[in-house]
């Protein structure tokens, strides 16, 4: 069974960091390529930051130079690393397998003073 688990996320200052985690099992996670998508209230939810297998990666132009993806194929982890947080960050936070259609149940990030 896929299963893909959220964590790290939380109340933070503007200004502030956050590393998010999503931990995958059921699945040879080295030969997926990874999103974070995340989900504001009343709105779509949006394509924050991509991880090709190999390790390239790609960013929504609101997060470039603040957010940084990345992952740890022996622990079967993906991460966010979130700094410079501002207040329109705050959403629900989901990893995603887009090959396997499988979705975490996602971690909230408030940014807030």
């Known amino acids: 069974q896929v299963q893909l688990v959220e964590s790290g996320g939380g109340l933070v200052q503007p200004g502030g960091s956050l590393r998010l985690s999503c931990a995958a099992s059921?699945?040879?996670?080295?030969?997926?390529?990874m999103d974070w998508y995340r989900q504001a209230p009343g709105k779509q939810r949006e394509l924050v930051a991509h991880i090709t297998r190999g390790g390239s990666t790609n960013y929504a132009d609101s997060v470039k130079g603040r957010f940084t993806i990345s992952r740890d194929n022996a622990k079967k982890t993906l991460y966010l690393q979130m700094n410079s947080l501002k207040p329109e960050d705050t959403a629900v936070y989901y990893c995603?397998?887009?090959?396997?259609?499988?979705w975490g149940q996602g971690t909230q990030v408030t940014v807030s003073s």
């Open positions: 995603y397998a887009q090959t396997l259609g499988t």
């Open positions: 059921g699945i040879i996670f080295s030969i997926y390529a």
